[in-house]
């Protein structure tokens, strides 16, 4: 059974920092695309960034791009998101989520996994 426990959500003020950590388990994570996801209240669930098995290629949507950081270590089973120069806008659920594939999937619907959310806020 695949789970994936993430934590290090909280509140921070605006420009400050913090580290996601999505702990997996039940698969063979270095064969995994691992991806955060945000969403809002009311709004899409969005991929934010995303890491293929070996960690060779990245991706990050525009709105975060030269502030977050994902990164993992297949060891651990664990990736991380770390957040820097945080904004009010990067509050939402975060949700750690997991697919067997060689490239990036960017939709919700492509992955099959997922974590129940960690909760950051910013405030202003």
């Known amino acids: 059974q695949v789970q994936l426990v993430e934590s290090g959500g909280g509140l921070v003020q605006a420009g400050g920092s913090l580290r996601l950590s999505c702990a997996a388990s039940?698969?063979?994570?270095?064969?995994?695309?691992m991806a955060w996801f945000r969403q809002d209240p009311g709004k899409e669930r969005d991929l934010v960034a995303a890491?293929?098995?070996?960690?060779?290629?990245?991706y990050y949507a525009d709105s975060v791009k030269g502030r977050f950081t994902i990164s993992r270590d297949n060891a651990k089973n664990t990736v991380y998101l770390q957040m820097d120069k945080l904004k009010p806008e990067d509050t939402a659920v975060y949700y750690c989520?997991?697919?067997?594939?060689?490239?990036?999937?960017?939709?919700?619907?492509?992955?099959?996994?997922w974590g129940q959310g960690t909760q950051v806020t910013v405030s202003s």
């Open positions: 039940g698969l063979t994570f270095s064969s995994y695309t």
């Open positions: 890491i293929t098995y070996f960690g060779g290629s990245t």
């Open positions: 989520a997991a697919r067997r594939a060689i490239g990036i999937p960017t939709t919700r619907g492509q992955y099959p996994y």
